[in-house]
């Protein structure tokens, strides 16, 4: 195991050499023509020299990054770019012993250059010292939080206990990269993300809030991951309870992107939908008209909560308080699948019903969405509720 993360980390790290090599400083112009370099002078020349380094390792010319990378470090010797570019084309050439030596000699110009960082943290990871090395990690991605393959190398952290504990404890100080850590999930797979929520999900003491960790939890839910999911929203989103959110509609959002644990509205022409509180002062619930042909999806959260029998209780009303007509609940493994519940309306109630369901049989985390058929009539939603059976 100990041999394979470390070849990954090599790998890696030569790959993030040549992604973070032009992006390290380099001037533009001479990047996109670096045989300018032999046309100016002193540290001119040296920028240009660098940038055909760079040029030529992304191409994966060995030696042409190489010749480039000397001719930088005799131009301007007391640059730690220079040196550590020399280094990389030379991790790249499989001259370790050599790479080695100009890195150390970067490092003693100072620790900003993040080629520099990037071979020290493979070294630290090499060696099992995850928290050193998850220091270089931190420093590369405060300067460049979405240089790629950066997941690759955030990986390696990421795959393991330790690993993971040493990434939080430089995440619990929310550096500038926190926010790219959360949203640019969406290319992981979900064993990868299970692993980062899992770093995410360590630092609950100190909740991050709703916002912050929502991307996370979507991607977590789209992949495939409800549960995990969950978890990570009870553990930052001081909103989240257990069984249904908001069961009174007094915080629906109006525009945000869906969010799995919280209700989303449908949107759809023939539907209008909004909170009872924005037509009567001291109302609750969701008053909702319906047209068109056929009943609407109007509403939907997930429900991720343990396997079994459950009580589920809400309350459909039209504008006389009376039992709403064509107002029905589904539970289904898609946001708009109707699979209606079997309700019972509770004797001598003025819309009051309540269905006996079974979580867990056919998807781990059924959607819970409100239906209504069309009509002239208002109705409104209240009182919803889930409560396990023994």
Known sequence: MARSLSRLAMLGTVAAFAALALGNGLDRASAKNPQLARFVPGFLAAEALRSAAAVALQAGDKSLAMAAAEQAVIADPIDPRSTALLGATQLAAGQNVKADRSFRVAAQFGWRDPLTQLYFMNAALNAGQMQLAALRIDAVLRQAPDFPVRD?????????????????ERLALRPAWTKSYLQHASMLELPALRNRAAVVGSLSAKPWGCDAVSPLVVRLVLAGGPLEARQLWQGHCPAAVPGIADPHFAALPVSRPPVPFEWNLVGSGDVSAMPAAQSRAGASGLLVRVGGPTAQPVAWQMLAVPAGRYRLSWTAQDSSSKPAIGAQLSLSCNPTGRIPVEVEALAGSNGQFQAVVSIGEG????????????????????????????
């Open 152 to 168: 690759m190398l955030l990986a390696q952290f990421e795959a393991t206990p330790q690993g993971r504990a040493a990434l939080a």
């Open 363 to 390: 998807c781990a985390a059924p959607f819970l969405t409100l239906w209504q058929a069309p009509g002239s009539e208002e109705v409104r939603f209240d009182d919803l509720t889930l409560t396990r059976l023994p």
